[in-house]
Antibody, heavy 118, light 109 residues
Framework: QVQLVESGGGVIQPGRSLRLSCTASGFTFSSFGMHWVRQAPGKGLEWVAVIWYDGTNKLYADSVKGRFTISRDNSKNTLYLQMSSLRAEDTAVYYC???????????WGQGTLVTVSS | EIVMTQSPATLSVSPGERATLSCRASQSVSSNLAWYQQKPGQAPRLLIYGASTRATGIPARFSGSGSGTEFTLTITSLQSEDFAVYYCQQYDNWPPRCTFGQGTKLEIK
C-alpha cells in the first residue's frame, strides 16, 4: 500500500537550518509530483512547496521562497525539504503529500514536527 | 494570489442531519477545487477533487458542487465519524500551486 513517512523534525534554534525527508513506498515515486504542506499548532493547513515528478519544476509559497528548497531523489524514493534561516513562525507539523493529476493530494504522511525556538 | 474563504468557521449539527459547508475563491478557479477532512492528530484526507468527484473510498453521503468562485461541500446523514475540520483547496492546473481555506470545524450539536 502507499506509504509516506516523514522524518527529520525536531527543535531548532532561529536562524539555523534543518532538512526534512519523506520516504515513499507502495507506488512509482518517480511518476508523481509531491507537495510539502505545513500546519502550525492549532492552525490551518498552509501549502509550502511542490516539485514535479522529475524534479525539473519547483514552486514555493511566498512565505518560504528563498529560504526553503524542495528536492527529490527518485533513485531513493525520497522527497526533501531543506529549510534555512528558520523563524519562530516556521514552527509546524510538516506533511508530505502525493500530487494527483486530476486534482488534490490523495496520500499524506503522518507529519513531522519542527519547533523553532531558542 | 488566490484567497480561499470558508464559512462558517464553526458549524454545529446533530447526527443524522445535513451539513452544508461553503468555500469562496477570490477569483475564478474553474473546477480546480478539492475538499479535505482532518481529525485531531491525523493527516488530512482527500474527500473531493475537481469540485464534485469523490475520491476513492469516500462514502456517497459526501458531495461537492460549484464552479468558478462558489463551492459547497454537503454531508448528508451525519455520522459520528464525520465531526472534524474540513478544508477546501484550490489548485492550479500547471504549475500545481495550491491554496487552502482556513477550515470549517464541524461539531456535534
Amino acid at each position: 500500500q502507499v506509504q509516506l513517512v516523514e522524518s527529520g523534525g525536531g527543535v531548532i534554534q532561529p536562524g539555523r537550518s534543518l532538512r526534512l525527508s519523506c520516504t515513499a513506498s507502495g507506488f512509482t515515486f518517480s511518476s508523481f509530483g509531491m507537495h510539502w504542506v505545513r500546519q502550525a499548532p492549532g492552525k490551518g493547513l498552509e501549502w509550502v512547496a511542490v516539485i514535479w515528478y522529475d524534479g525539473t519544476n519547483k514552486l514555493y509559497a511566498d512565505s518560504v521562497k528563498g529560504r526553503f528548497t524542495i528536492s527529490r531523489d527518485n533513485s531513493k524514493n525520497t522527497l526533501y525539504l531543506q529549510m534555512s534561516s528558520l523563524r519562530a513562525e516556521d514552527t509546524a507539523v510538516y506533511y508530505c503529500a502525493r500530487h494527483v493529476a486530476a486534482g488534490g493530494s490523495d496520500y499524506w504522511g503522518q507529519g513531522t514536527l519542527v519547533t523553532v525556538s531558542s | 494570489e488566490i484567497v480561499m474563504t470558508q464559512s462558517p468557521a464553526t458549524l454545529s449539527v446533530s447526527p443524522g442531519e445535513r451539513a452544508t459547508l461553503s468555500c469562496r475563491a477570490s477569483q475564478s478557479v474553474s473546477s480546480n477545487l478539492a475538499w479535505y477532512q482532518q481529525k485531531p492528530g491525523q493527516a488530512p484526507r482527500l474527500l473531493i477533487y475537481g469540485a464534485s468527484t469523490r475520491a476513492t473510498g469516500i462514502p456517497a453521503r459526501f458531495s461537492g458542487s460549484g464552479s468558478g468562485t462558489e463551492f459547497t461541500l454537503t454531508i448528508t446523514s451525519l455520522q459520528s465519524e464525520d465531526f472534524a475540520v474540513y478544508y477546501c483547496q484550490q489548485y492550479d492546473n500547471w504549475p500545481p500551486r495550491c491554496t487552502f481555506g482556513q477550515g470549517t470545524k464541524l461539531e456535534i450539536k
